[in-house]
């Protein structure tokens, strides 16, 4: 697989793999033994690049994921995530966010023991906390920078002013936001400040949750534990409203001899050379579907032809819940 560079010298295969849905968020989690045989199967089929978080499960899916490439650590980039308020004995919290410098470094030594590492290649803070200065947290990274523990700072969902600050005090490696055909607002203001500093791009849900991949339609019905019941956009009335977009990738699709996850996936490595999606599994077909992305070239033409389609698709619901909506930085 090809690879790509995120910030200034951390390169990775240029699909990744999000890990959450193995343990976690998409309905009960997957058998374990299964999910290492996964994971393994990545990383032979090149991709060295694997996204997880403590508060996946909460702390499972990093254990899971330590298992699993402890036999390759050296050859991998594992990227994990602090900042919501989880008791690190306990695994329970209170639903905030917490990135107070002394929170975020207990969580970094649970991180390192359930990882089954002496350090951390990316560090995300998860969600920006408003009740901490960005420059403490970006200061409590550089420290664990220092210190061996973590090789590279990251944001997830953060705004453009907070990209900045934190910037200026700890290089920022990579972004971690939503982007995808089904969601474009990055393009506005983040990607432009993205690029003014040499920061990478790592999309997660580039597959739209699962609905780029046209496998979902106004009457699927999602096990009770799977948040996608609580996301405005994913109810039955926006659902049907919204296929009209599926049914263009559809049509791509067919055009190019691809899926309809080829070509979304396709799309999101077409915008930049540092931009690098995480699409999630847990079926091994999938995974290979994926991989296949990287194969698929959309001509210019076919580009200016979703972009001007998409342009007047604007998406129908919101893309989080209302409680979950409030941790979004701006």
Request: hydrophobic residues 40%; aromatic residues 8%.
């Amino acid at each position: 697989m090809k690879k790509r560079t995120l910030g200034r010298n951390l390169e990775v295969s240029e699909i990744g793999l999000g890990c959450m849905g193995m343990s976690f968020g998409y309905g009960p989690a997957a058998d374990r033994g299964d999910m290492i045989k996964l994971i393994r199967a990545a990383v032979q089929r090149g991709v060295d690049f694997f996204d997880t978080a403590e508060v996946y499960g909460p702390f499972t899916n990093e254990d899971l994921v330590g298992e699993a490439l402890a036999p390759c650590r050296k050859d991998v980039v594992i990227a994990t995530k602090f900042g919501w308020d989880i008791d690190p004995a306990t695994g329970k919290g209170s639903g905030g966010v917490n990135s107070r410098p002394e929170h975020i470094k207990a969580a970094v030594e649970g991180s390192l023991k359930r990882l089954r590492t002496e350090w951390i290649d990316l560090l995300y803070q998860h969600r920006v906390d408003p009740n901490v200065p960005i420059e403490d947290v970006a200061g409590a990274v550089k420290e664990l920078v220092d210190q061996g523990k973590v090789r590279h700072f990251g944001l997830s969902e953060a705004g453009g002013r907070t990209i900045r600050r934190a910037h200026a005090v700890q290089p920022v490696t990579a972004l971690q936001s939503e982007y995808s055909m089904w969601w474009r607002e990055p393009e506005e203001e983040i990607l432009p400040a993205l690029a003014e500093f040499g920061i990478g791009f790592v999309p997660f849900s580039p597959l739209g949750k699962g609905f780029l991949t046209g496998k979902i339609d106004a009457n699927t019905s999602f096990d009770s534990s799977d948040f996608r019941n609580t996301v405005p956009r994913f109810s039955a009335e926006n659902r049907k409203a919204n296929l009209a977009l599926v049914d263009l990738v559809k049509l791509i699709a067919e055009r190019k001899g691809a899926t309809p996850a080829q070509v979304a996936l396709a799309w999101v490595l077409a915008q930049k050379p540092w931009i690098v999606p995480i699409p999630g599994t847990t079926k091994l077909h999938r995974l290979e579907e994926n991989l296949g992305a990287a194969d698929v070239e959309l001509t210019p033409d076919i580009l200016r032809e979703l972009d001007e389609a998409t342009a007047e698709m604007a998406p129908a619901g919101a893309r989080y819940s209302e409680n979950s909506q409030r941790w979004i930085d701006r």
